[in-house]
């Protein structure tokens, strides 16, 4: 698959994107026993939708994605939400060399 799939996009994905409902997300991290600390690793993350919304019950968070635009976009969005914790990594989810068990989720 080609990295300039989705070039030219990320405006009308930022702006039409569904958000993930929050009572999913309560769950999910009710489900996952979250303390605050730990790693959560967003694998194709796109505008960061989920890497922002989960970054303040995690340590540290590794959002993964392989276009530079989507990514700048969510850097942006968690510079504007102050979330320094977040690592952005501009590459596709197969050269992700995490450990087994290296993150919560």
């Not at 702006?15 to 026993?33: D, I, K, N, T, W």
Request: charged letters at 20%; aromatic letters at 6%; glycine letters at 6%.
């Amino acid at each position: 698959m080609s990295r300039d799939l989705f070039q030219g996009t990320v405006p009308y994905y930022a702006r039409y994107r569904v958000p993930y409902p929050q009572p999913l997300l309560s769950q999910v991290c009710e489900q996952a026993q979250l303390t605050g600390t730990g790693r959560l690793l967003d694998l194709g993350c796109g505008t960061g939708e989920l890497a922002i919304r989960l970054a303040p019950r995690f340590q540290e968070v590794i959002a993964v994605d392989p276009d530079a635009e989507m990514l700048a976009t969510a850097k942006q969005k968690a510079r504007d939400q102050q979330l320094p914790n977040i690592q952005w990594r501009h590459h596709s989810a197969e050269q992700v060399t995490a450990e087994p068990g290296s993150c919560e989720l």
